[in-house]
């Protein structure tokens, strides 16, 4: 086998899916039997639509998106809404989806793609050597040459590799529960709209609850000190009014705002990616998607390690590493401005700071930051035109491979047609030539020694 992936959460089957399309053996382990249809994680930020739809995989997603107003994000839920449209994105606001929708619909891909989801299968033991890995999942071994933790906050792999997660600790713990209510005030809200409206306190409470279809609501909540499972119902009454009424708990789990990240990803044949390598405060709804990104990073690399054509894995690091770090660093910077009570001084940087935020300047900074559209590399879903008729950049993009895009009509040098396609468009005015890794990052622009990019990047010419 190629690859074990531990963890069916959306980073492990991104990865299963990227790894499957490059023709990579691989199998992804996870140590519940079946998947808990609990809402976390329940919004793909632009940047992340952009990939999957490089991938043919957001479609299907986005058909089964909960409603929601067209708003492009927020920062700390402070009431100015971001706007994305600058960014030159099809994608300017965020798609509302259960994460397990977003489980299940990878997961489809992945089989058909070919790879293999092993469920009831817990990892108990990880020992590699300078060949592989061997994985003990369930009591059978699981030989690879690679291993990839996609394990969550909580990672078995980390633990078992005995690996720091250096950081600091939460300053609370909340209640994310997905439930029914038996009536409703008319506080309560009949669609997703802005996260700072949406957030209400009372009774020493601070709450939110969202409609995520079928008559189910997502409510968020927490007090002073640690809030419990069976304060649900006190803490509707308290933020929402005596009318609302608890009719099931469908499912409940904690929530905390530490900070944590693994100082090296890379541990010889074991990666770690998603939450397993860092893990932060949950606001702007970063988590899944940093996830999601990480695994578009390292998946071609290691189909490209596994094909014998470049090395590239210790780029993994270097290039996925900063990013997490910068959303580690704003979100505890949102932790200031968002938590309830806050003291004079807080309320009066909130405002100075707010009204920062409607600079357009400002706006789109922080709109790039929170969506990721301001990702080195990115090029946006161009609108182009080839031999065949119109095309969006991303359709070229679908199998996973390299895509050299010729502007005009130059010749290229050979050796990469089985990694490389090569499109020739509609000359444009801002465009002579570009390169794009599978990840769509631009990696050479026209300017240079294309050749010498195509062999850092993609191997030696054959």
């Known amino acids: 086998m190629d690859v074990v992936v531990a963890g069916a959460g959306p980073t492990g089957l991104t990865l299963a899916c990227e790894l499957a399309l490059a023709g990579v053996e691989v199998t992804v382990v996870e140590q519940l039997t079946e998947r808990i249809e609990q809402v976390k994680g329940g919004t793909l930020q ?41 960014w030159n994105t099809r994608h300017p606001y965020p798609v509302s989806v259960p994460q397990w929708v977003v489980e299940e619909e990878l997961e489809a891909a992945a089989v058909t793609r070919g790879a293999h989801v092993l469920r009831g299968a817990p990892v108990t033991t990880v ?4 060949d592989g890995v061997t994985v003990t999942v369930g009591g059978r071994p699981l030989r690879a040459r690679y291993l990839v933790a996609c394990d969550g906050a909580h990672s078995t792999v980390r633990k078992l590799l005995d690996l720091p997660f250096p950081g600091r600790p939460g300053t609370f713990r909340a209640i994310l529960a997905d439930v029914r209510l038996s009536s409703v005030s008319a506080e309560v809200p009949r669609t997703i709209g802005d996260f700072g409206a949406m957030t209400h306190q009372g009774g020493g409470y601070w709450g939110m609850l969202m409609p995520v279809g079928e008559g189910k609501y997502r409510f968020t909540f927490g007090r002073d000190g640690v809030a419990s499972e069976d304060e649900i119902q006190p803490a509707l009454t308290a933020i929402y009014g005596e009318p609302t009424r608890l009719a099931e708990v469908i499912s409940s789990s904690e929530f ?9 990803y890379r541990h010889g044949r ?23 990104q990480d ?25 996925r590493h900063g990013p997490a770090a910068r959303v ?17 001084d807080v309320i009066a940087l909130r405002d100075i700071f707010t009204d920062l935020m409607r600079l357009p300047d400002t ?14 590399g990115r090029v946006p879903d161009l609108d182009l035109v080839t031999g065949d008729g119109p095309v969006h950049l991303s359709a070229l993009l679908r199998t996973g491979r390299g895509l050299l895009l010729d502007f005009g009509s130059r010749d290229w040098p050979d ?9 020739r468009v509609k000359p444009d005015e801002e465009h002579d030539a570009l390169l794009l890794r599978p990840d769509g990052q631009v990696c050479w622009s026209g300017v240079g020694d294309v050749t010498a990019a195509l062999r850092t990047w993609f191997g030696d010419a054959v």
Do not use: C
């Open 46 to 86: 632009a940047r992340t639509s952009e990939l999957l739809e490089m991938r043919g995989l957001l479609g299907p997603i986005e058909a089964r998106q909960l409603e929601r107003e067209k708003i492009g994000g927020h920062f700390a839920g402070l009431p100015v809404r971001l706007d994305a449209t600058p």
């Open 127 to 130: 020992d590699q050597d300078e």
């Open 256 to 264: 905390g705002d530490a900070t944590r990240q693994l100082e090296s």
């Open 270 to 292: 074991v990666f770690f990616a998603g939450d397993a390598a860092h893990i932060h405060p949950p606001f702007g709804g970063q988590g899944l998607n940093l996830g999601v």
């Open 295 to 319: 695994a578009f990073n390292l998946g071609w690399k290691l189909a490209a390690a596994l094909h014998g054509r470049v090395d590239l894995l210790d780029t993994y690091q270097a290039e």
């Open 328 to 344: 580690l660093h704003h979100t505890a910077a949102q932790r200031v401005f968002a938590l309830p009570g806050p003291s004079e």
């Open 363 to 376: 706006n789109r900074y922080l709109a790039g930051m929170m969506s990721g559209l301001d990702a080195p």
């Open 415 to 423: 050796g990469w047609a089985d990694r490389v396609d090569v499109v």
